[in-house]
């Protein structure tokens, strides 16, 4: 009898399949998770940076600056002057990961 051991069986070939299947079905979502996450962390930068700009064009330049809503890279961003109960200026959006933010900076 003659064995031909020249290739894979197809028994090796469907498991390696599903192994292979079976991993990227585990990694792809996480990959997804965290480009979500990136994309929330440059949301809340590009905030940041913005709710700094106009603290410091009120407080040190003197301007008035009103309550407002901005839109940078597809998002919506909702400044807001507050008075009460601490003077400051906040801004709050809706992040690509479907949380709502908010930062402040007071006086």
């Known amino acids: 009898m003659l064995k031909k051991t020249a290739g894979f ?11 292979f299947a ?18 929330a962390i440059r949301e809340e930068r590009l905030a940041e940076e913005y709710l700094l700009d106009v603290y410091n ?10 309550s407002h809503h901005v ?3 597809g998002t ?5 002057i507050r008075q009460e109960p601490v003077e ?4 709050t959006w809706r992040g ?7 930062r402040c900076l007071t006086k």
Request: glycine fraction near 6%.
């Open 9 to 19: 069986s197809f028994i090796e070939v469907m498991v390696s399949l599903v192994l």
């Open 22 to 39: 079976l991993t990227v079905g585990t990694i792809l979502p996480a990959v997804v998770l965290v480009q979500k996450e990136r994309s």
């Open 88 to 91: 400051g200026v906040c801004i």
């Open 57 to 66: 064009r009120i407080y040190y330049e003197g301007e008035a600056v009103a």
């Open 96 to 102: 690509r990961n479907a949380r709502q933010y908010e």
């Open 76 to 80: 919506e961003y909702q400044l807001t």
């Open 71 to 73: 839109s940078k890279n």
